[in-house]
Nanobody, 114 residues
Framework: QVQLVESGGNLVQPGGSLRLSCVASGFTFSDYDMGWYRQAPGKERELVAAIFNDGRVANYADSVKGRFSISRDNAKNTMYLQMNSLKPEDTAVYYC???????WGQGTQVTVSS
């Protein structure tokens, strides 16, 4: 069955960096576009960044452009989100998603606070 497992979330100070990972299994990873989403308390889940199956970046949310970078390693069935210059407003649970079929991971918590 399709499984998506995120990791890498943590508590980090403003201006710091984190790298999130999403390991996929149960399907041919290289066939599917993927995305990172986030949901902050009391807010709707929003798209952060998306990537095509071949590694081309599809898009970034305006709020993260220039700070976050999405990538993937199809040989390792893994997608990444490099997050730099983190701000308190980046605090959220971050989810990975297989864009076709609507499969989600369980999420990883990112907290940006001093």
């Amino acid at each position: 069955q399709v499984q998506l497992v995120e990791s890498g979330g943590n508590l980090v100070q403003p201006g710091g960096s984190l790298r999130l990972s999403c390991v996929a299994s149960g399907f041919t990873f290289s066939d599917y576009d993927m995305g990172w989403y986030r949901q902050a308390p009391g807010k709707e889940r929003e798209l952060v960044a998306a990537i095509f199956n071949d590694g081309r970046v599809a898009n970034y949310a305006d709020s993260v452009k220039g700070r976050f970078s999405i990538s993937r390693d199809n040989a390792k069935n893994t997608m990444y989100l490099q997050m730099n210059s983190l701000k308190p407003e980046d605090t959220a649970v971050y989810y990975c998603k297989r864009m076709f079929g609507g499969y989600w991971g369980q999420g990883t918590q990112v907290t940006v606070s001093s």
